[in-house]
């Protein structure tokens, strides 16, 4: 595993996440959900969720912020992600196995009902060590001005 993702991220929301997440991971390069402090990433939480993955692939919320609530029009803690219909849960579940698969961040940014949606998938270990829960960033941009330049518009 490189010193490095490939990911910087693409909103400053992004990069505070993706800095803090390098700087909590172990010696093999996996971040424990427990290794993130809720009060360096503060600025982020309503935009936050984790979802844990069982072995068939299949997503669960395990924490959702409130403007997930608002996105979704629901509460949508301990729900599937394939409960979430439409294309807010299409985009939602995007990067979810890749960065699991990976271990490092996945991201990317699309246009969505005429905003931008920036996402982020950091990868989580449970307790037990095992890459199975994905710390996930989820914000809408009122315009292209509030994403950083050099701005990917692909998941990396």
């Known amino acids: 595993m490189s ?26 390069g996996r971040v424990a ?3 993130i402090d809720p009060g360096t990433i503060l600025s982020t939480l309503a935009c936050l969720s984790i979802v844990e993955m069982d072995a068939a692939g299949e997503g669960r919320f395990r924490i959702a912020g409130s403007r997930l609530r608002d996105l979704f ?8 992600v394939a409960e979430i219909a439409g294309t807010h849960g299409e985009c939602y579940a995007l990067g979810l196995t890749a960065a699991l698969e990976r271990g490092e961040p996945v991201g990317g940014i699309m246009e969505q009902g005429g905003r931008l949606h ?16 994905v710390l996930c960033h989820d914000e809408f941009l009122a315009h292209r001005q509030q994403s950083l330049p050099g701005e990917s518009r692909h998941a990396a």
Not at 73 to 80: D, L
């Open 3 to 28: 010193n490095q993702s490939k990911y910087a991220g693409i909103t400053e929301a992004q990069r505070l996440l993706i800095t803090h997440w390098h700087q909590v991971r172990d010696a093999d």
């Open 33 to 35: 959900r427990e290794a």
């Open 73 to 80: 029009g629901m509460c949508v803690r301990g729900r599937r």
């Open 118 to 133: 920036a996402w982020l998938r950091l990868p989580l270990t449970d307790e037990y060590g095992h890459l199975t829960q």
